[in-house]
């Protein structure tokens, strides 16, 4: 059987970092792309094939795609994986903050489906999403990543039903709390909403959420936890719809359904504002 090829957006640190290297591992053929390509070079040095790639710029997707199709003439894995928190209370974000973070987190992955044509063409293909726990239960304090979380939650499920006629499988990633350095890339945009002429109301809430979201991401499960799903979803048989690898995840889950908003009203500030 010939190499199963991955396309990797966001593989620089973290989650898509340890995803590349466990894939390379298991013997994929692994395209990691990411803006920051210096914090890649262990991964070339493991064979990795190492390209930028700012999932915002059409022409930078494309290019990756292009590559790959020239390269190796099929697209096996696409692990959308590229994304940050808008950190801050709703109100105290500017329009052009709100509309990246969907830039980002959504509208990116809208871009890195263009594999479709090359994996509808092969009859296979396996899209692997990074959305979060987030996707299922929102949070005070940084409303607007929920926001694309629960947006990547419907494109996947109507893409997954789409396509699966084709032989492609759509599979969603649903962590809680990992331990990344997504909060290096997060913090800035509080330190914005610190600063607004309106943030004395919103002053105590900040104060609060800082200190707890970051411990929460302190103390958050290995990404290899979370590489492990990934590896699972792009190479088993029969993937799931929805991996969900930590403890924090499945307990929000389950209280979101089972006990209802108004439980999750009563206990998510205390967590995460209070």
Not at 160 to 180: A, C, H, Q, W
Request: glycine content about 8%.
């Amino acid at each position: 059987m010939s190499q199963k090829t991955v396309f990797i957006a966001g593989a620089s640190t973290g989650i898509g970092h340890a995803s590349a290297k466990m894939l390379l591992e298991n013997g994929f053929k692994v395209y990691a792309t990411a803006r920051r390509t210096h914090l890649m070079k262990d991964l070339e040095e493991m064979g990795a094939i190492v390209m930028h790639c700012d999932v915002t710029k059409d022409e930078d997707v494309q290019k990756v795609v292009d590559t790959i199709i020239k390269n190796d003439g099929k697209i096996d894995v696409l692990f959308a994986n590229a994304g940050y928190c808008l950190l801050g209370p709703v109100e105290l974000h500017s329009i052009e903050d709100v509309k990246h973070q969907f830039d980002v987190n959504v509208i990116g992955n809208a871009r890195a489906f263009n594999v479709l044509p090359h994996m509808r063409k092969a009859r296979s293909g396996r899209i692997i999403i990074t959305s979060s726990v987030a996707g299922h239960v929102s949070m005070p304090g940084a409303a607007w990543y929920p926001a694309t979380k629960f947006a990547q939650q419907g494109v996947a499920d109507g893409l997954r039903m789409e396509v699966k006629e084709f032989g492609i499988n759509v599979s969603l990633i649903e962590p809680g709390y990992i331990d990344t350095d997504i909060d290096n890339a997060s913090f800035p945009y509080l330190e914005k909403c610190e600063n607004h002429p309106d943030a004395a109301d919103y002053a105590d809430q900040m104060k609060t959420f800082r200190e707890k979201w970051g411990k929460g991401i302190d103390n958050g499960a290995s990404p290899d936890t979370i590489a492990k799903a990934v590896v699972h979803a792009a190479s088993d048989k029969h993937p799931k719809r929805r991996y969900r690898p930590n403890m924090d995840a499945i307990a929000a889950v389950f209280m979101k359904d089972w006990l209802g908003d108004g439980f999750i009203d009563k206990i998510l500030p205390g967590q995460m504002i209070k």
